[in-house]
């Protein structure tokens, strides 16, 4: 028992003592696990590293299975040094809104053999690459269903379409004027197909066909691996809104900057942080105060107050402050310990000279309404102090006068005095009889 | 682990070496050296576990006067302790400064070096305040880094209840004094004892003149009247019952009701110490809370003091059928018995009320209450119709108080309602009332 206990507690004092260390060793796994989670995400639609249904990460994964280095291109800056990097490498430009700029698009256009494809299931890459020409999108097509599979065609000039034989994947259509793949319908423009062959490179309308999703499907796969599988390197840019703007149109500020700013902003959040450590150690642990009970007054009477309010009650409340003021009246007249109200209201009638049927008018009143409890209440305090304000000059040393006239009127009042008064005037009683 | 300012000073002034270098080598360079330094200046402090803490004893004190805690530390390390001492007295303890310095010299198995900590303390709040714990902090050499750790050893302080209405007593004893001797009490009865005999002055009652004691100093002067004097009956006794229930915790206008009644009580026990009577006091809720009695060793008033201080309103209704037992317990004779409780009309209906008749039977009962000056405000403002309802509200809880009073009165029992700051004062004058008219 004893021994539990002394563990029992060695275990605790020494939480105690490693408590800081091992709030800080909890908190790095935590920060380094949220980093590695936060930095391991990929939910890019077509992203790389993507697992979910509209990923490419299956496709990566095949690919560098088959040796195939994929290098991604996130701006055109890192593409162009990749370019240059590896001579040959083919070079995959994917375009999910964002188009790359001008000059990127001349380099296409003077790649020499360098394979091209190019991927996207709207017409703004097509646009970029043919600003002047006509318009050369056809209309998208959609997806699933048995009846959307496309055929390569007997004019397909590219072996990987041919290979590849279907495609059946939502995606864009396009005229050319050069056989393509895959002719989604024909009309007065042309052969609408989703694969065509530009002076930048291979077209291809439907990257959803290469997706976790849907690279099973028809020859998707094929199609992969003919596009994509050719050579040990990749390149593969993926243009952002931002890298359309070349380093001649846009510098960063940091470039005008000294090399040093970079370092000490790094080491003042370091300092930051040892300013934390050292204002944040307290002197002692937190000490607490046992609060007593305490309970406001009057609470009561407050609660039973706005009770009376909102149920209206004016015929309960105008009976309350009666008997009150008749209870205040009878000792304020000195009228023993249980007048009748007649003898009340005939009383305060003659120390206030009134007539006492108004009086008991007065008194009698019931009120119906907010208002009239307001004015009756108003009415029963004037009264109360007219009768005092009387009872004072009729005794002008006032009520702590003892007294002669009091002693003929019963015995009364004398209870109702405070204590003070009475110990005086009982002392004088006793010494005078 | 604790870093200074000075360990933060040191970290901003490296900055300017990364001005002029600016690498990521340098950067972890100085990161390095700081935490270096720092590890240094730890491991070179004076280990803050090396000492013994010891708790002076403090001495009672009464609320609002200020006090000065004691503390101890024993060095027996061998390295040179220096830094900051916190003792963690609680908020209401008031101390003025909390952290203090220390400087302890190398101590060995042999040698112990002591210091003493002085804390000053006002205290804010009647009771047992406490002090858990003591935290050292030791800086290494460098005064970059160093160690904590927090002993804990309590400290405790006992405040006692103020007791302003000291003031009244000296006017009060002078009532009594007068009472005693200077005064005929002229009601006859068993109990009065003889005190003097002095020259007749006028306003003295006539019956109270001793012919034997006239004709023995007839002179050639001419007529002189002797009179009896008495003095009002001493070893009488005096049960002060504090409710220390769930009433007793309403605030009325800046205290608990619980701290109005010690007040209250404590006035009265002095005084009635003053007038040699036994004084006996307790508090209850559903058993005895604390209890003093003038039997005792000691000064009676500073027993009631230390009694009540650690006495706290509890929320749980007051079991008043314990008390005809308790006063048995404490005297078999007639004495005066001042129930310090609220004139509520739940409580004392269910409670106080049944055994009243066999209270008031054997013994002298009076009930004192504060009254809430607060009611009679509301009840006076009569100007919108939220505020007469609050007057009716207010009005019909003074006619329960009222009735109440009257039902206690048909008893047989003294009510004394008064404002907390009038309470205590009219109490002692009921009790001299009282034992003037030879009531007691």
New interface residues.
Partial sequence: MTTTATLGSTLRSGFQRWQ??LLLLVLGVLAVALVRSVSDEDLDRFGLGNTSLDGYAALSEVLEDREVQIHPAPSAEIARELLTEHPGAPLVVLSTGDVPDDAFVEGLRARGDRPVVLLSEGSELLSALHPEGPELYAGAHPGGGSGSALEAGAQCPLDAAVNAATVQAPGALFYSDEPGCFTGFSDDAGDAQMLIETDAGVFFGAPAAFTNQNITDAGHAALALWLFGAEDDLIWYTPMGLDTLDDQQWASPMDFL???V???A???L??VL??M??LG?R???V????L??????????????????SAN?VT???Q??R??HL?RLARLLRLG?APREASIIDAAARQVRRDPAQLGALLARQPRR??D??AY??AL?QLEDEVQRAALSHHPSGRHTNGQQDTGRGSGPR?EQ???H??HQ??KN??N? | ?????R??YL??V??AA???F???A??LG??LL?VLLAALDMVLAGSPRSVRVERVPTTDVRLGQPTTASTTVHHHGSRRLRG?V?D?????AGARQ??SPIQLGPGSSSRIETARIETALRPTRRGDLH?????L?SIGPLGLAGR?V?HRVRHTLRVLPPFHSRRHLPSKLQRLRELDGA?AV??RGAGHEFDSLRDYVR?D?VRSIDWRATARRQSSQGQHLVVRTWRPERDRRVILALDSS?TS?????DE?RLDSGMEAALLLGALAAGAGDRVDYFSFDRGVSSQARSGMRGDLLHQMAEAMSTV????VEADFSQLPGQIRMISSQRSLLVVLTSLDSGSLEEGLLPVLPALSQRHLVVLAAVR?P??DR???A?????E????????????EK?ALR?QL?SLGVEV?E?TPHQLP??LA??Y??LK??GRL
Wanted: charged share 20%.
């Fill in positions: 800081f260390w000294p090399d040093w970079t370092p000490l790094w080491w003042l370091l300092c040892v300013m450590l050292v150690r002197p002692g642990p000490v607490g105060e046992p007593p009970v305490q309970v406001p007054a009057a609470e009561t009477a407050e609660g039973r107050g706005r009770m009376y309010q009650a309960a409340s105008a309350t402050l008997s009150a209870i310990a907010n208002s409890l307001v209440a108003q305090a209870n405070d204590p003070t009475l110990n009982q002392g006793t010494s009889d | 682990m604790v870093l200074t300012r360990f933060l970290a901003l490296l900055s990364v001005v002029v600016p690498a990521p340098t950067l100085c990161a700081l900051q916190k963690g007295w609680q908020p209401s909390q952290v002090s858990e714990h003591l935290s902090r904590q927090t005064t002229q009601i306003g009652d769930r915790a309403v605030r009325i206008e608990p706290e309103p509890r929320l809430d607060e009611l509301r009840a006076r009569r100007e919108t119709t939220g007469v309802y609050r007057a009716a509200a207010a009005e019909r809880a003074l006619i009222e009257r009165a004394v008064a004062p009219q004058d009921t001299i009332r003037a008219s």
